[in-house]
């Protein structure tokens, strides 16, 4: 949006509507008709080149826009893991009870992301581990790619031969250099519901690192697969059991055009709160949103904090039988596209929500405002955490105060009331 290079790239003409649709509300209109946008709205690439040493912009005081300098540390799936790997040796390094381990030297409060390997890096590392339980099943993906694209699964070594040029040394080379991937060990016993795989995205908007201060939407949604989930190696081949994106289950028959194969997060909220019980539910919800807070945490230090930026993630959580949430990865652009009515309507209502945070009362954008809205214009959002208020509120508390997972104080009967709930986990 805008006129920066006239690189700006939009996905779909829905998305471009919809923005429209809040600049003309705002009365940002007129000032698009001067060619001087003070606010952009921009693809991943469109920010590399914004920022970029050799051909960057300066921007000034009045112009704001949708990405960090280096979102990747969060939104590359190996650059994600590497990330909460150093995170959390950091904080053993410093004696925190965040960083315990059982007797068996694993984290129990940490262990939120599935074991990964980075490729080809990490092969001989890989091997060693698959060998200590040769029946696990392991999901691959390019770690640059999004909507299922490249993903496959294996359960033998010989199925990624094909990029392995020296098996007898097992030295692993890519067959292109430039494309990494990174193999996780797959969630064979996820929460299923009808049968079915799912998963959810959950959108947190982050308006500064440092200090960290994000706002978690109340308006998610579960994505179904069509078919039903069978951990059976006959069907490690069929996307439609295992991969729970839109860009895929799409294509298969027996998608439903209607309600799109998704579930509102309230709606999985009811139907576990009838099926497991309301605490273990809430319990569940703590624990995904303090996952959320740990992996911003994690990037915190090495994210480019500039001044001019916000970014609306699209994360995807797992749920296992256990009600164990599992982080899968972090997305830098959400797909805005509508599959359905309810699509539209939460995606039109997500970005009139995120712009009101981003620039609040509709004024001309100021890149040296404190960032800290008035609760009435969050709309659906909610702060999910306030480092500075998080500070402010005393030394850091024993993580198993709150189930063995959160720390710090919130007040969850307020959810109950339909009230924000600040958080001030450490």
């Not at 039903?228 to 059991?241: A, G, H, I, Q």
């Amino acid at each position: 949006l805008g006129t920066m290079a006239g690189k700006v790239k939009w996905v779909t003409d829905i998305e471009k509507s919809v923005l429209i649709n809040n600049f003309e509300k705002r009365g940002w209109i007129q000032v698009a008709e001067n060619e001087d946008w003070n606010f952009y709205w921009m693809s991943v690439q469109t920010i590399r080149n914004v920022f970029s040493v050799e051909t960057g912009y300066r921007l000034s005081d009045d112009q704001i826009v949708n990405h960090f300098p280096n979102h990747y540390e969060l939104t590359r799936k190996d650059l994600m893991v590497k990330n909460i790997k150093r995170y959390r040796k950091e904080l053993e390094k410093e004696g925190s009870p965040l960083a315990e381990k059982d007797e068996n030297g694993k984290y129990i409060y940490l262990d939120f992301v599935p074991v990964t390997f980075m490729l080809p890096a990490d092969y001989n590392l890989f091997v060693e581990e698959f060998r200590k339980n040769p029946s696990s099943t392991w999901i691959m993906k390019p770690c640059g790619k999004a909507q299922g694209k490249g993903i496959f699964l294996i359960n033998k070594l010989s199925q990624i031969k094909k990029w392995s040029r020296d098996s007898k040394t097992s030295s692993f080379v890519s067959q292109s250099s430039k494309e990494a991937y990174v193999i996780s060990l797959y969630i064979n016993n996820p929460l299923l519901i009808g049968g079915k795989k799912f998963d959810l995205r959950l959108y947190v908007l982050v308006s500064t690192y440092r200090p960290l201060r994000c706002y978690m939407y109340k308006l998610g949604f579960c994505r179904f697969c069509t078919v039903k989930y069978t951990p059976s190696t006959s069907e490690l081949d069929n996307m439609f059991v295992h991969l729970t994106n839109v860009a895929i289950q799409k294509h298969g028959d027996d998608y439903n055009h209607i309600h799109g194969g998704k579930w509102t997060v309230s709606n999985l909220r009811l139907y576990l709160e009838s099926t497991r019980g309301k605490e273990v539910t809430n319990k569940l919800f703590d624990e995904i949103h303090w996952i959320i807070v740990q992996s911003l945490k994690a990037v915190a230090p090495v994210m480019n904090n500039d001044k001019h930026c916000f970014e609306c993630y699209g994360y995807d959580i797992i749920i296992d039988d256990k009600l164990k949430p599992w982080l899968i990865e972090v997305n830098a652009s959400p797909s805005l596209t509508s599959s359905t009515a309810n699509d539209r309507i939460l995606k039109y209502n997500l970005i009139n929500d995120t712009l009101n945070i981003a620039v609040p009362n509709g004024e001309i954008p100021d890149c040296k405002w404190n960032k800290s809205p008035p609760k009435e214009v969050l709309g659906n959002y909610e702060v999910l955490y306030d480092e500075e208020m998080a500070q402010s509120d005393g030394p850091e508390r024993d993580p198993r105060g709150r189930s063995g997972q959160s720390t710090g104080a919130k007040g969850s009967r307020a959810r109950d009331l339909g009230k924000p709930v600040l958080t001030t986990w450490k």
